[in-house]
Each structure stands twice: as structure tokens, then as C-alpha cells.
């Protein structure tokens, strides 16, 4: 069965009614990218940053995957599907994806301050005084402005065993993500589906097919061309 790596991006989530990150000039939701999504904010300002993600993961239960994610698992009957995505929503397991892996963390999980290796879920409010078992502060399991991406190793070995790599509503312009590309065996064919593409296939030899569609009908067009 062929490998099918899938990169997944803001654009994934979008249709479920998730705001694309960044939307308005630096603002997300609302809020100072730099006061909820850095080391500098969440010491500044604790409990604004931990409001911030409480209100983020509390929106989460009120949206449904939509067809595209619904799609992507549909791949699973004709492909091996590996999922990196930079979303931090969990609508991809929720639509029954089997592997995904996560870049940019998870909003229904925490980690401790003193050791980013105890890692816990978490459906409810975070708040100061959440400890871990060694009785440390914990904090949103996000990868935050300025923060190593841990899981960028075993995304890229995911990428070099790719027999076809799809990259689906994420402009592929932000690293270390957008270098994730690099790593496709030569003659992996590409499909990138984005509504407002900026992606230029002249910088890859790779054979590229744009689709130029959201995800949801990206997908659906992405199904009939390769398995209808």
C-alpha cells in the first residue's frame, strides 16, 4: 500500500468555523499573538495566556470536523495515511484519522513547566495552581513563538518515506514547517490544494498538481483523482 503523507495547516479547519490563525494583522481571536503565544507572555501574564487557551479549547467542543477531514480518513482505505498537521485541534482524530502527528502541540492536552516530557490531557480550564505530579505549574501543550518544534524529526522521516505527499491549507511559507517539503524522495508526486495558492512548483522538481479549492472541496476533487 502506498504512503500518503498529508500536511494539513489552518486552512484544514477553517470550514469547521476555527479562525485562521492570524487572520487579523497579528490579533488571534482577539488577542496579541505575542501576549498568548510566547514564553515572554505566559511569564508577563499567566493568567491572561491560560484564559486564552482555556477559551480556545472550550470553542473546540462546539465544532464538528467537516468533510475534508471526514475526506482525509476516507483516504485510509486506499492509502497509508500519515497526517502531520500545525493545527492544534483534534477534529482530525475526531473525524477517525488513525495517525496523526501534531507540530505545534494540542489544545486538549498540558505539560509541565519543569519538564515538557509530562504531558497530560485536559478537557477542562487550566488554571494557576495546576500542578503536575512533581508540583510544578502547568501550562498549555503548545509550541509557543520562539519554542523548538520536538516533533519536526519524525515529521520529516515521515516525509522522506512519502510515495505521494498532499499538502492541504497551509502556505507552506513558515518554518520549520514549510522545510518539510525538502525532504520528498525525487518524483514524489505533489497535490497542493489551498483556495488562493502562493505555492510555486518551480522550486521543486517534484511533479506538482494545484488545486485550487478550499479543503473540503479540495478533498473531494483530491478523492476522484486519485480513486474514483
Known amino acids: 500500500m502506498q504512503k500518503m503523507i498529508i500536511l ?4 484544514m479547519s477553517a470550514e469547521s468555523g ?3 490563525f492570524r487572520d487579523d494583522g497579528g490579533l488571534w481571536e482577539g488577542y496579541d499573538i505575542v501576549e498568548v503565544a510566547t514564553n515572554q507572555g505566559f511569564r508577563d501574564n499567566p493568567e491572561l495566556v491560560l484564559t486564552f487557551y482555556n477559551e480556545r479549547r472550550r470553542a473546540l467542543k462546539e465544532v464538528e470536523p467537516n468533510q475534508g477531514h471526514i475526506n482525509l480518513k476516507t483516504l485510509e482505505q486506499y492509502f497509508e495515511v500519515h497526517i502531520i498537521t500545525q493545527n492544534v485541534d483534534d477534529l482530525h482524530e475526531r473525524a477517525g484519522s488513525s495517525r496523526v502527528l501534531h507540530l505545534h502541540g494540542e489544545l486538549r492536552k498540558v505539560r509541565s ?4 516530557n509530562l504531558v497530560y490531557p485536559w478537557d477542562g480550564d487550566l488554571v494557576l495552581g495546576d500542578t503536575c505530579e512533581q508540583g510544578s505549574q502547568l501550562r498549555p501543550h503548545i509550541v509557543w513563538f520562539g519554542e ?3 516533533m519536526i524529526d519524525k515529521a520529516a522521516r515521515l516525509v522522506e518515506k512519502a510515495d505521494i505527499l498532499v499538502i492541504i491549507g497551509t502556505s507552506m511559507q513558515v518554518y520549520p514547517a514549510a522545510g518539510l517539503i525538502g525532504y520528498t524522495k525525487p518524483q514524489t508526486p505533489i497535490y497542493f490544494i489551498d483556495p488562493k ?7 521543486h522538481e517534484n511533479p506538482t498538481t494545484i488545486i485550487e479549492d478550499t479543503a473540503v472541496g479540495g ?10
Open 8 to 11: 494539513t495547516g489552518a486552512g
Open 18 to 20: 476555527i479562525k485562521t
Open 113 to 116: 513547566i519543569l519538564d515538557p
Open 148 to 150: 523548538a518544534v520536538p
Open 197 to 203: 495558492p502562493n505555492f510555486n512548483p518551480d522550486y
Open 219 to 228: 478533498t473531494e476533487k483530491l478523492l476522484k483523482m486519485l480513486v474514483d
